[in-house]
């Protein structure tokens, strides 16, 4: 056996004192660090924002942080002078409420309030809208919904329920039936499904075309099914300030709506709006951030906000009558208590993030044509609009007209400030911020503290770090990761998180002459970093399941038990009401029963470095 074989094969965990010291760093639990860290952050800023920001996280309360305003770009001349405090101002803005101490039940009553209040908006609006629009005609005579709905109209085409159900398919996340520990295939293709009564017909179609699921029934009619209410309102955390609401639906409705969702996200592709891609959003508003002639729009509660009346004079009549036979017309609390909806879809419906994108794509359009702008770039993500300068006021109005609300604190038309996908950018530089969302705690969140503050310092200061920033972050980086041994797991940047990202020139490694599946061939570097491995699991007993049943459940614990060959990284979690969204500066929601690890790892480029010479 070669020597880089060797070395592929022996594990670093394999000694004694590396295991009693890797032991000891998976039951180490310390204080939250997070205030320290803004603190020593807040020495960068030489500003009246920061002097006050310093005062209010050394003596003040949380509420004293959390009611700092955001500074405003258009009083900065300098890109790094803002940057500092506007990393300031958003590092805790979404702190949970282990760190801030507020009461979890305080933040979801905050969350009902929007919602009710979101409601009773949808409800005017669906009431002007009828009355505005009641004349037989009407509607030719507003240019903008003409437009808009002519465009849609020719986006979408003839609705097909043999195109859609192409792309039925169930969520990762809970149900009405089911929690969201038993959210995998296994369990959503067993036991009796949930449906609406609208849905119930095209639930018990969509069961029959899957012969396993649909088992020993003659007809599909006779398929059971339990009928719901509707879905289930509950809250996830958003801000340090509030929760946000969310419905959980009946995992059929669920089923069907994916499908159309998948359609109406195929159909936007052909008209240039990729929701797979964020990165559109993000270089439009960049430009807009140099040269001021785009401008982002960003909505407030804009899913909660999409009347039923707008979807109906927006979408062609087919579209319209399929959606609102698979959306779920109520909402029930937890207490019992029933709501019928004003509004058309809920957060956690499978379709509500394209239709959103749908609608918002043509209203833009359909500006951009009634006022004859040259102009005519777009960008929808969601609620993250983007279109020209020029367009930015009628528009808003537009937006206004049918409902929405705008969010004035994230919408840019003038300055040198833009934001929309997770960037921000000032005149055409990157200003993003980072976000401590969880307590340091642990050896994963100081690692990820660490590596998010290099990044957005070589983000900002274009790799060359001034003298103080790196002594703040070499500071930060000893004080929070005191294990030496620790620091000294360097890895590149785009490995995760789970070592110190580091140059070539402070990591030199060694150079491997194997590629990443241990075969011949490219050479590349090698490098140590800690590890997620899962701890072996029971096999799957064939009396307990069996059949058709035996294959989801086995993919569905490979799944959660997944851990990437190349970089060991644990699966990302993304909730659905994010629309695929990943954040880059939260730590992965890694399964159950994992153990760290350190092992040698291979990369085929580093990234300031590039390949290794010949």
Not at 199 to 224: D, F, Q, R, Y
Not at 258 to 274: E, P, S
Not at 346 to 355: D, I, R, S, Y
Not at 456 to 473: C, E, L, N, S, T
């Amino acid at each position: 056996m070669s020597k880089p074989d060797k070395q592929r094969k022996s594990s670093i965990s394999a000694t004694k004192g590396v295991r009693a010291r890797l032991y000891k760093l998976s039951g180490r639990k310390s204080a939250d660090r997070s205030r320290y860290v803004a603190e020593r952050l807040s020495s960068l800023s030489k500003t009246p924002f920061g002097l006050a920001y310093r005062d209010a996280v050394t003596s003040g309360t949380w509420q004293d942080i959390l009611s700092m305003k955001t500074p405003k770009a258009e009083e900065y001349n300098d890109a790094r002078t803002f940057a500092v405090d506007y990393l300031l101002s958003e590092i805790l803005s979404k702190a949970s409420p282990s760190m801030t101490g507020a009461q979890p039940e305080v933040l979801r009553e905050i969350a009902f309030t929007k919602l009710y209040d979101s409601e009773r908006q949808c409800q005017e609006t669906n009431t002007r809208l009828c009355i505005e629009y009641s004349r037989l005609g009407s509607a030719e005579f507003d240019p903008v919904l003409k437009l808009a709905r002519r465009k849609i109209e020719r986006c979408l085409g003839a609705f097909s329920w043999d195109e859609c159900s192409r792309y039925f398919q169930h969520g990762r996340h809970a149900s009405t039936r089911l929690s969201r520990r038993k959210g995998d295939l296994y369990y959503k293709f067993r036991g009796t499904p949930d449906t609406t009564a609208s849905c119930e017909t095209l639930s018990k179609i969509a069961i029959s075309l899957i012969k396993p699921w649909a088992g020993p029934v003659n007809h599909w009619s006779e398929i059971p099914v339990n009928r719901k209410i509707g879905n289930r309102i509950t809250t996830v955390p958003k801000t340090a300030k509030t929760d946000r609401t969310i419905a959980i639906e009946p995992c059929m409705n669920m089923y069907i709506q994916k499908g159309i969702g998948t359609v109406i996200r195929q159909r936007l592709r052909k008209v240039g709006v990729d929701l797979n891609n964020q990165g559109v959003n993000q270089v439009l508003s960049k430009l807009g951030s140099k040269d001021g002639s785009l401008a982002t729009i960003d909505l407030s509660s804009a899913s909660d906000t999409i009347a039923t009346k707008v979807v109906e004079l927006l979408l062609p009549p087919d579209w319209f009558e399929a959606m609102n036979m698979v959306r779920c017309h109520f909402g029930v609390f937890a207490d019992g208590t029933v709501i019928r909806y004003q509004k058309f879809s809920t957060m956690g419906n499978g379709f509500t993030f394209e239709l959103e994108s749908l609608i918002f794509w043509a209203l833009c359009s359909a500006v951009n044509a009634v006022l004859g702008s040259r102009d005519t770039r777009i960008g929808v993500y969601g609620d993250d609009l983007i279109v020209s300068s020029d367009s930015y006021e009628l528009l808003t109005y537009t937006l206004t007209r049918f409902g929405f609300t705008l969010n004035e604190k994230k919408s840019y038309a003038t300055g040198p400030f833009r934001e929309s996908c997770g960037k921000h950018w000032f005149e055409g530089r990157d200003v993003s911020p980072f976000y401590i969302r969880e307590g340091i705690e642990d050896v994963t969140r100081e690692l990820l503290v660490v590596n998010n503050l290099r990044r957005w310092a070589d983000r900002v200061y274009d790799g060359f770090i001034p003298p103080d920033v790196w002594a703040v972050y070499v500071e930060l980086r000893d004080s929070l990761i005191q294990d030496s041994w620790v620091r000294d797991l360097k890895i590149p940047d785009g490995q995760g998180d789970l070592g110190v990202v580091s140059s070539f020139i402070e990591a030199l490694p060694q150079r491997d002459f194997r590629d990443k599946h241990g075969k011949r061939g490219w050479e590349g570097w090698q490098f140590s970093s800690l590890s997620l491995k899962p701890t072996p699991r029971r096999l799957i007993h064939a009396s307990r399941v069996s059949g058709s049943s035996l294959m989801p459940k086995g993919l569905s614990i490979l799944e959660r038990s997944k851990i990437d060959v190349v970089s060991n990284e644990a699966i990302f979690s993304i909730p659905e009401e994010s629309g695929g969204e990943v954040y880059s500066d939260e730590i992965p929601i890694v399964p159950d029963r994992l153990r760290l690890a350190i092992s040698n790892r291979f990369v085929s480029m580093w990234e300031d470095v590039g390949y290794p010479l010949a």
